[in-house]
């Protein structure tokens, strides 16, 4: 009668659990939210970027490379397994809501001296005996998770793979930005090398007719040796974009998870593109649409949930424990009803002086906590930058590369307008090689704006979660 109070007791217990949990509830940290963003006035609610975010570019190729990265990139692969870690350890803190059932069947045979005193009669047994033992008992032990401290763990550990999960979404992006930044790197230095290649052929040219020109005296040594230097340095300008090149290339086949020594990217110069247009929306906007934001936020709820754990220890800790199988001498009757055991062992543990120790714990869990709310809080106010940037970045490249289309064109007149007035014989030959310098100076610095501006877009769609959600984890 007594075991089955102590078991009603515990069953009440097991029921009024499942409504106490200590520890403080998760409410979301304040962040101060701006009206909008300074760097594009009139910002308004928009929808959300596409997943596929790339297409906006209408570039075959960059598909194909960002395809190729998200199938074969080793750290976003490497992401994917440590949510696959994550939410098999929530599976386990999630087991301890259940009893632990254990089969442990033993066998022992015990041999006992012919020389001992009997327990009955104080006197020497006639001889010496073999007992065997046999025993299939059916354990189980559970703890009454009264005070939520399991429930709690479980909270942590869910909250976590979350986490994990959101940083999926921080690696792919991450990826398939920077797959997108390296394919436009490679593009304008395709563009520069095709300028490059066609100045120094010119060049070499002039050279050519230059010299025949001082054999005749019709030029000074001077002019020469201005048009050489300005051969060699056009010569040593190309080699180095070609290695520039060539380490971008390299770069972006460790991105798409190729050896460098097998990947190539077609040449393909970066002329009249533009960026494709992506409005910025809301400030507020950002919280859900981030990746990183939200794996900061889950990083708080599991360390709120933490708390509550380290609370629950300053709690009594119920514990039930039973048994029951069969136990004979002899195996025989091992399954018969007389051979039948069973015990039950409910049991209370309550923490009295542990030197401080839960104290400190507790106290070590909020400092974690205010850990996670200032990196998240931080991380918020760095997506504000982040977008502000990028938006500002992506003005000034647009106005850089007109102004720099108007300085081409330009120049491409101050070239025209040298060489006639040189053939005319009104001005002397430095002021052809002046106007070439331009027109060659323009031209690469309005290729490297456009990369720029290519570039700037790309991070402003980086900067606004690039297509992500949380649903996709």
């Known amino acids: 009668m007594r075991h089955l109070v102590l078991l009603a007791a515990f069953s009440s217990l097991s029921l009024l659990a499942g409504g106490c949990m200590v520890g403080p509830k998760y409410a979301p940290p304040v962040v101060e939210q701006p009206i909008g963003f300074k760097s594009q006035p009139g910002s308004e609610a928009s929808p959300p970027i596409a997943a596929d975010w790339w297409r906006l570019y209408a570039d075959p190729e960059l598909d194909r490379l960002i395809g190729t990265a998200q199938a074969a990139n080793q750290t976003l692969g490497g992401a994917v397994a440590r949510v696959d870690e994550a939410r098999a350890l929530a599976r386990v803190a999630g087991s301890f809501l259940y009893p632990t059932v254990s089969l442990d069947p033993s066998y022992a045979r015990t041999r006992y001296s012919g020389a001992?005193?009997?327990?009955?009669t104080a006197k020497q047994v006639p001889r010496g005996v073999d007992i065997s033992s046999w025993t299939i008992p059916l354990d189980l032990s559970y703890e009454v998770d009264v005070w939520g401290r399991v429930r709690r763990s479980?909270?942590?550990?869910?909250?976590t793979a979350a986490a994990t999960e959101d940083d999926v979404g921080v690696v792919r992006?991450?990826?398939?930005?920077?797959?997108?930044q390296f394919y436009y790197t490679i593009r304008s230095l395709d563009a520069q090398i095709r300028i490059l290649e066609e100045t120094l052929t010119a060049y070499q040219e002039q050279v050519r007719v230059l010299s025949v020109q001082l054999r005749t005296g019709l030029v000074s040594g001077i002019v020469v040796s201005q048009a050489q230097a300005q051969l060699q340095a056009t010569q040593a300008q190309l080699s180095n974009n070609r290695r520039a090149r060539a380490n971008a290339e390299h770069a972006l086949a460790i991105l798409c998870g190729r050896p460098a020594s097998s990947f190539t990217v077609a040449a393909n110069a970066l002329q009249d593109v533009s960026p494709p247009v992506v409005p910025a929306g809301l400030p507020a906007q950002l919280l859900t649409r981030r990746p990183d934001v939200a794996e900061a936020e889950k990083n708080v709820v599991a360390a709120n949930a933490q708390i509550g754990v380290a609370t629950a220890e300053f709690y009594p800790r119920f514990t039930l424990t039973a048994s029951a199988g069969f136990s004979s001498l002899n195996a025989d009757m091992l399954f018969t009803w007389q051979s039948r055991v069973a015990q039950l062992l409910?049991?209370?543990?309550i923490p009295l002086f542990q030197g401080g120790r839960l104290r400190a714990n507790l106290d070590a869990t909020k400092a974690r906590y205010r850990q996670t709310v200032s990196i998240y809080v931080e991380q918020v106010l760095v997506a504000y930058g982040d977008?502000?940037?990028?938006?500002?970045?992506l003005h000034s490249y647009g106005d850089q590369v007109a102004s720099l289309r108007t300085a081409v064109a330009e120049s491409q007149n101050y070239l025209r307008l040298a060489q006639v007035q040189y053939r005319q014989g009104l001005v002397d030959y430095l002021l052809v090689l002046d106007a070439e310098r331009t027109l060659l100076g323009n031209q690469l610095a309005l290729a490297q704006a456009v990369n720029l501006q290519m570039n700037a877009s790309i991070r402003l769609i980086k900067a606004l979660g690039g297509g992500w959600s949380p649903s996709e984890a």
């Open 346 to 349: 409910p049991s209370v543990s």
């Open 154 to 159: 479980l909270e942590a550990a869910r909250a």
């Open 173 to 180: 992006l991450t990826i398939e930005t920077d797959v997108a």
């Open 387 to 393: 977008v502000e940037d990028a938006l500002t970045d």
């Open 116 to 120: 001992r005193a009997s327990t009955i």
